[in-house]
Every structure is written in structure tokens, then in C-alpha cells.
């Protein structure tokens, strides 16, 4: 896959497939770096530390059963496996998949001016590695 419009992502959480429920997502994927500068170093060196990444998700929001309000606010305080993938189709070297687990910390049910479509944008940190894979 070359460019493409990011029009077609695949994207679970815990379990429940959101891709028609998500405007936007961002995973953040760093690690700290540590200092490393000893004396008589003329500028700093550093070693990568831990992984330290975060998700972030523009829901579209939606109270039906099963739907982003519930799913989200059943979570809180949890961790929930996710998978994001650019295309939906199967994964591939050129459709890859991330998959990871999150720390369910926040819900937003409301945070809509008049007349605006009704959103919910959240961001959650990583617990562990995210894994990166071409092939299931």
C-alpha cells in the first residue's frame, strides 16, 4: 500500500468493532529517553528507556446497547485489548496490525455545544508493548 486516504480503518476495543464510531485515532508509540552525558562530555548521549505510549480516540457518540457510551463507561478502570488496522481488509506486509492493551482512565459522555454532533474524545495509555505484525 502506498498513500492512501484514511478512509477504511479497522479498529476493536475490547472486542466491540468501533470503526464506524471513530472520527479519528492517534497512537502515540515512544520510548524515555535516558541520559547517559557522563563528565568530560561536550554534549549529551542517550539510551532508549521504557516504552510509553498512549491512544487517542474522536468517538462519535452513541448510548444504544453495546454502543461507545456503555462499552466505554463498563470499561472504566480496566485494561481492554485493542487492534487497529489502516485498512480492514486482511493483514498483510502492507496492512499491518497494532495490537496492545489500555488503561480504560476516562469517559467524556458529554461534550456537545448546540446543534454539534455529539463526540467523545478520549486518550488512554498503553499497558505493555505494542506489537506490530504483518502476518496472522
Do not use: C, W
Amino acid at each position: 500500500m502506498a498513500k492512501f486516504a484514511a478512509t477504511d480503518f479497522d479498529i476493536s476495543i475490547d472486542g466491540t468493532d468501533f470503526s464506524d464510531s471513530l472520527a479519528a485515532v492517534t497512537l502515540d508509540i515512544s520510548r524515555e529517553s535516558l541520559d547517559t552525558t557522563s563528565f568530560g562530555k561536550s554534549a549529551r548521549t542517550f539510551i532508549a528507556g521504557l516504552e510509553s505510549s498512549t491512544v487517542t480516540f474522536s468517538f462519535h457518540q452513541d448510548f444504544a446497547a453495546d454502543g461507545v457510551d456503555e462499552t466505554i463507561f463498563g470499561a472504566l478502570g480496566t485494561l481492554v485489548p485493542v487492534i487497529i488496522k489502516p485498512q480492514s481488509g486482511s493483514v498483510s506486509a502492507t496492512n499491518p496490525t497494532y495490537t496492545f492493551s489500555v488503561l480504560v482512565t476516562q469517559s467524556v459522555p458529554f461534550s456537545s455545544n448546540v446543534g454539534d454532533l455529539a463526540t467523545m474524545d478520549v486518550s488512554y495509555p498503553v499497558s505493555g508493548d505494542v506489537v506490530r505484525a504483518v502476518a496472522v
